[in-house]
Each structure stands twice: as C-alpha cells, then as structure tokens.
C-alpha cells in the first residue's frame, strides 16, 4: 500500500520536473521524493513559508501537530524505531529548535533516523542575535550525525538528499537541517538526485571473509557460548540470521534493553534481558561463558556493569557497524565490523550445527531462582497493591506478545523490559542511552502512526507522563488510537528506589503529589479509567485492549516496590541482587 | 580509565584529512573536549590533494585513548581519514615571531648572537622595533623566548605545528584502500 503511494507521490514531483519553484516547495517536494508520508511538528515565525508550502502537500504529506517540540523528536523517533524509515521534524528557529535538542540526544546515543528540519532566521541576519535566532547548528553539533545550514533556495533538494542518505545509512542517527527565511521564499529550478554516496562517508564496512572464518572457528570449537543481541540486530533484519545462528549451533541468546523483540522471548534459547535490572541467567553466565558473541551493542555501562570484571575469562567476538564501538569498552578478541545481518549471513556458512545442552541446562537453576525469588512474587502477589510486573504480564497475555510496547524511563520501563514476552521482532520502543523521562507518550504516537495495523500499548510512569502529558492533546487531535498504561506509584519510582538502597532511605524529593490523571485525560477528550482493586484489574486492561479509539488507564501500583534482580552501579556482572 | 590502557602520557601529532566544511572544526574539537584532552596547537591548511584539507593536531594523551579519538574523527562525516603519529614519526615546524626594542637587539643582546646562535631571520628593522623570526622544534623557539624575555620583548607568537610524516604510503592509497573496504549503500536496499 505504502508502494502504490509512493509511486503516485513520484508521478507528482516527476511533473514539476525543469519548473521554477519556492525553496519551501522544493522542501516538499524532497521529502515526496524520499517517501515521506508522515512528520511531526509545530510552527513559527521562521518557518512559515515552509508550513504555507506544505498546506498545498497536506493531502500527501501527513503532518501531526505536537504540542510541545520535545514530543515532535520522541513520535519521529517511534515512528522511525518500527518502521524502520527516517522519522522527519519540521520546527521553526530559536525556542522551537532548542527544544528539539533532547529529542535528538536521544536518536543519537539510540542511532535512531531522524531528519529534522528547523527554520531560521533570514542569511543576513545570522550572528546578529535576530529574533529567535540562536545557533542550532553549533548546538546540536554533539547531538547529531551530521548537521547543515541552508541559505539559498537552491540547495534544498541536494542537503535534504544527503539528510536522508546520512540519517539512515551505516550506523542509523539524527540529521539536522537549518534552513534560512530567505532560502525557503527564494526560488530554484526543481530536479532532484538521491544521495547514495558520499566520498567522505563509509557507512558499510566490507564484511571480511578472514575475520569471518575466525569467528566462526571459536563458535565451532567453543564449549560454553553466549550470543548478546542487540539493537543492531534490528535495525539491521537480522533476526532470521539470528535465529539461524543460535539454533544451528545451539547457542543461548541474551538481550541488550534495545535488542529486544529480536529474538522470541519464549523460545528454549532466549536467556533473557542483560544488564543493571537483567535476568539473573545472563548476567551470571556472561562471566562464565567461554566464548562471547556480541552482535549490533556498544557495550554500555548498564550492560557490562564494572568493566574489569567483564567476561575476562570469555573469547569475545564483536560485530558492529561501527568501528569507533570496537575495543571502546570492551577489549575483544575479534572484530567484525560490519551490517549485523550480512556479518552474520556470512557467518552462517562457516557455522557447523552443534549442541551445547549441558551448558544450557545449567542456565536452568539461575532461571528458576529468579522465578521463584523475584517473578512469581511480582506476578502472584499474595495481597496488597497491584504491582506493576502482574499489569505487564496480564498485558503482555492479553496481547499475546504481539503488541508494540512503548515505555518511558523509570521502573515501569524496566518492569514492561521484563515481563513482556514478545513475540514479533520490531516490538519494542523505550529510551535506552538516554533514559529520557516523557519519551513514552509522544513516541507511542510515532509508533502508531507508523504501525497503525499493530496494537501500540504505553507504560508510563506518573512522574514521566507529567513530562510530556500535553501531548494527550496531540493523540486526541490527530485520532491516534495508543492504549495507555499509567502505572502510578505516586514516586519518582526508580530514583527512590536507589535512596531506598543506597541512600539510607532518605527520600529526598521523589515523592509526588499528582493530579487526578483520569479526569485529565478526559479532559482532553480521551476516555480514562483508574484501577486500585486487582479484581478489577483484568477487566479494566480488556476494555483498554477492546476500545478502538485512544483509551487511557491508571492503574495505581505499590508505591514503594523495588525492582529486582539489580546489579548495583559499578559492580560486577556476577553481583546480580535478587533481593 | 580502562585496564589495559598503556598508562603512559606522550606527545601525539594528529593528522585529518577532509572536506573542508564550515563546522568541522568544531565537531572535531568535541571529541576532544569530551575526553578532556588539550589540544597543544592546532593548524589547518589545504593538503597535497586539491579540495582536501588538513588538520594537524598536537596532544599530549595515552595512546589507548588517541586510538578511540582517531575512530571518533573517522566517524564523521566529513573526515576522509585520520592518523596519529609518535613525534619519532614525523618531521615537524613551529614557527616563533619575537618583536623587540631595536636598541635592545643593536645593544645588549647582539644581533650577531642572534643570528650566529639561534639562527634567527631578521624580518623587520625600524628605529624603534625589530621583528625577528625563528623556524625549530617547540623546546628550540622556547629557548630563544627565556632568553629574550629578559631583554624587553614586546611581542611573542607561536604558530601551530605542521607535520610532514616518514612513512611512504601515500594518502591517496590510504584513500583508495579505505574506499575498497566500503559499501555506500546496502545492496539489498530497494530505495535506493
Ligand atoms: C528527563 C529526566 N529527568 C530525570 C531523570 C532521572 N530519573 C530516572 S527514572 C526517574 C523516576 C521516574 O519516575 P516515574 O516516571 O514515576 O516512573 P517510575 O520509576 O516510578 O516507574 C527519574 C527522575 C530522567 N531519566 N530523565
Ligand atoms: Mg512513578
């Protein structure tokens, strides 16, 4: 369906072929011819022109208007996280491109494609301190793969191609475009050439036949291998070959917080989530394993814990795309850098069938104790609140693992991580390197938008949700239909829980006086129910999944959980806490 | 600071060949910035190659670390390559300008000296100021600057550091080796 469009889309900007048309047109015009169907944005002074434009394209260009710019990056961003396609912004200049700067840390450390576009103050009055000027090409610098200023209506079509190309080639990132008043009235000749090379960017390093046959010699002979999966493996389709790998040589799986989905979450492999609030198995095991598959990961500190104690006994094998990632914080034994899903294609020629079941049996006994100790409590508590790990479960049930889960960063981030068993690789959307607090609500607009087929469910936090809340205006406007879990535990839940552990329980501002979130929401015209009594909890959670349009629950949980197993900041993978 | 990490400071001279775009200074300065790195001195100029320029880059800093900066300057996009060398690997040049009083030079000092001992050019001679020049090593020009310090110097510039490298293989095999070893878009990649 997508393709029928873009076709026609085609026909429309073949047409304008030769004709003189507006830098704002041409804008239009670009994103036509990069398939763009859909962005998210806010308008202003400094970008009126390209937003006067756009109401003669708004018949083949969707555009969402958030409520705050922050939420315009985060729903590009979700949009872009399960379609796969560059999420497009469109802001105007000062206050509106500054707010975008979140939004874009996030898609960066997450290698999220985004093309944002701000506008700008006319070229002769850059550096004058204009009205709403300020230099978001020098501030979005650290923040973006790559950035550029367009002062003359001309160059729209060549820097919106190279955008694209930039944004979602090699390792995937944020693009920021800044075009000037005077660009977007000024006039241009329209004719228009993708991007598919640069000769200063190298976005897919040659898979290396040598290093290939290597890899494949330790996974032949190794005894106790372990793969970790990370977003890599996504956003490269890689989860076939994955698959492939792991069952031909029978080889358990572990997964990074953004590699989930990639690997079914019930098949007799899967070994869990790793890292700070993993599973117990894999986090244990990384350090007994004697050979160390990591695909698509950048290692972080959430994952490896303290880095002198990080699978020193293992062979460690990295597959990335990029080459900065190698040896930056892991020092491997092998490298592969390359596209996760051609490195492992290769691989797969070289790998012989084989099978490790006692290696894999001993995951068994770490498993149960975590079940025993942490997940069956969460998930049968005896009484008391709800928690927030039975709402997940019954979610993740009731869906079926086929749902799209959005979260924002807190516990219920890593409760939602935990207990959702996904099924469907593409599944889940959640703020990893940033951890950006009210990601959650605008990103699961993205998600929609971007998967209307697929049933989007949010978890979010109370304190979270009241970071981005004004975008509920945003999903009431635009009819998206996110089903929305608000897990309330009245705290900062995840920072009182680090007082509670490791600051003598001095709860020093994490509690929340919150507002009555049902009535809110229904204030903005959605309909909102709140759940305190776990009888009801299974009925409430039907009718949310049954409603066909944008439906809202707060469920109000346990206010002073702790989320378990916990490997404590800075220390060793094998110290996982389970209590 | 991670293990393995060769615990020794030296000097690293660091070379960046790329388009010559407005910002990319600044990008590669953040990467330096953001591993509290001090760059010693920094000089920009065309290269051999038409429409390259170069970036030769003075740290101090342990060679674990260079190697990481050197992949997070190859990483952008504007950066053809980039190389670090050990100061045994290069041949380099600063160059220092002195400005003194002409009665100091003529008198106390000793043009002669100057020229015979430090090998300095003259550049300028008025009634009142001298300019002169010297061309070495950073300890070279440092020298002759404790030594004019006392003699009334009114003014002291150093230029950044230019670097010619020994090894033979030129950028340009570099270049083409580098391009070899890359795709630039996915084969299987329909939209484009
Ligand atoms: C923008 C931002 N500010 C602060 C933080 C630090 N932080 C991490 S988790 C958290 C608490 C989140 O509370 P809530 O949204 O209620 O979720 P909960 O942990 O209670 O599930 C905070 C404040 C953050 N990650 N992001
Ligand atoms: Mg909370």
């Excluded at chain 1, 944020?174 to 050439?193: C, H, M």
């Excluded at chain 1, 999944?545 to 916990?566: G, I, K, T, W």
């Amino acid at each position: 369906m997508f393709r029928e469009n873009h076709e026609n889309k085609k026909v429309a900007t073949a047409s304008k072929a030769g004709c003189t048309v507006t830098g704002s047109e041409a804008l239009m015009l670009s994103l036509l011819e990069e398939g763009v169907d859909v962005i998210y944005g806010y308008p202003g002074g400094a970008i009126m022109p390209v937003y006067d434009a756009l109401f003669d394209y708004r018949d083949r260009i969707r555009h969402i208007l958030v409520r705050h710019e922050q939420g315009a990056a985060h729903a590009a961003d979700g949009y872009a996280r399960v379609t796969g396609k560059v999420g497009v912004c469109l802001v105007t200049s000062g206050p509106g491109a500054t707010n975008l700067i979140t939004g874009l840390a996030n898609a960066m450390v997450d290698s999220v494609p985004l093309v944002c576009i701000t506008g700008q103050v006319a070229s002769p009055l850059l550096g004058s301190d204009a009205f709403q000027e300020t230099d978001v090409v020098g501030i979005s610098m650290p923040v973006t793969k790559w950035n550029a200023q367009i002062t003359s209506a001309e160059d729209v079509p060549g820097i919106i191609a190279q955008a694209f190309y930039l944004a979602k080639t090699g390792r995937p990132g944020p693009v920021l475009v800044d075009i000037t008043k005077d660009a977007q009235f000024g006039e241009t000749t329209w004719s228009y050439r993708k991007c598919t090379r640069l000769r200063s960017y190298f976005p897919y390093p040659k898979v290396k036949l040598n290093e290939i046959q290597e890899a494949a010699r330790l996974i032949n002979q190794s005894r106790k291998p372990l793969i970790l999966a990370g977003h890599g493996v996504l956003i490269a389709g890689a989860q076939n070959h994955l698959m492939e790998l792991a069952t031909r040589a029978d080889i358990p799986v572990a997964s990074t917080l953004l590699g989930l989905s990639a690997f079914p979450s019930g098949h007799r492999l899967y070994a869990g989530m790793l890292g700070m609030h993993g599973n117990y198995a894999p986090n244990v095991k990384t350090n007994e394993c004697d050979v160390l598959i990591a695909v698509g990961l950048r290692f972080d500190d959430r994952i490896t814990g303290r880095l002198e104690s990080y699978a020193r006994q293992a062979k460690i094998i990295h597959i990335d795309i990029d080459p900065a990632e190698i040896n930056k914080n892991v020092p491997v034994t092998l490298s592969v850098v390359a596209d996760a899903r051609e490195a492992l294609s290769t691989l797969l020629s070289y790998v012989k069938e084989n099978r490790h079941t006692g290696w894999i049996d001993t995951f068994g006994s770490f498993r149960s104790e975590e079940e025993e100790k942490v997940i069956r409590p969460g998930r049968e508590p005896a009484g008391g609140h709800i928690r927030m790990d039975e709402v997940v479960h019954q979610v993740s049930e009731k869906t079926k693992g086929q749902a799209v889960v959005v979260t924002d960063v807190g516990q219920h981030q890593m409760v939602a991580a935990r207990y959702y068993r996904f099924n469907r690789p593409g599944s889940f959307v959640t703020s990893g390197g940033l951890g950006t607090m009210g990601f959650g609500l605008p990103a699961s607009i993205g998600a929609k938008i971007g998967r209307p087929d697929r049933e989007v469910v949010l978890f979010v936090g109370d304190g979270g949700f009241q970071m981005t809340i004004q975008e509920l205006g945003t999903i009431a406007q635009s009819n998206v239909p996110v089903k929305i879990v608000l897990l309330n535990n009245q705290f900062l839940g995840m920072v009182r829980q680090w007082q509670d552990m490791f600051f003598r329980k001095r709860y020093s501002f994490t509690e929340l006086q919150n507002p009555d979130f049902v009535t809110l929401a229904n204030a903005y015209g959605i309909h909102g129910e709140r759940c305190i009594k776990r009888e009801d909890l299974a009925e409430k959670l039907d009718s949310l999944l049954a409603s066909e349009e944008c439906s809202f629950l707060e469920v109000m949980v346990e206010p002073e959980h702790n989320v378990f197993p916990m490997i404590p900041a800075g220390e060793s993978v094998s110290n996982v806490r389970l209590e | 600071m991670n293990t393995g990490q060769k615990k020794e400071i030296k000097e690293y001279t660091i070379n960046v060949f790329s388009e010559n775009h407005i910002g990319l200074l600044n990008r590669l300065t953040i990467i330096f910035t953001r591993r509290k790195i001090n760059i010693e001195s920094l000089t920009v100029s065309e290269s051999h190659i038409p429409g390259i320029h170069c970036f030769t880059i003075a740290i101090n800093s342990y060679e674990n670390l260079v190697r990481k900066v050197i992949l997070q300057i190859e990483k952008l996009v504007d950066v053809l390559k980039a190389f670090y060398y050990t100061t045994d690997q290069i041949i380099y040049q600063e160059i220092a300008l002195y400005k003194l009083p002409t009665s100091e030079v003529t008198g106390y000092i000793g043009l002669e000296t100057l020229i015979r001992d430090f090998g300095i050019r003259v550049l300028e001679v008025t009634p009142e100021y001298t300019v002169i020049e010297k061309t070495g090593h950073k300890t070279e020009t440092q020298e002759l600057l404790e030594k004019l310090k006392n003699h009334r110097l009114l003014e002291f510039v150093r230029s950044g550091r230019v670097a010619i490298t020994k090894p033979m293989k030129e950028l340009t095999v570099h270049l083409e080796e580098k391009g070899m070893a890359f795709n630039y878009i996915m084969k299987e990649d329909e939209s484009y």
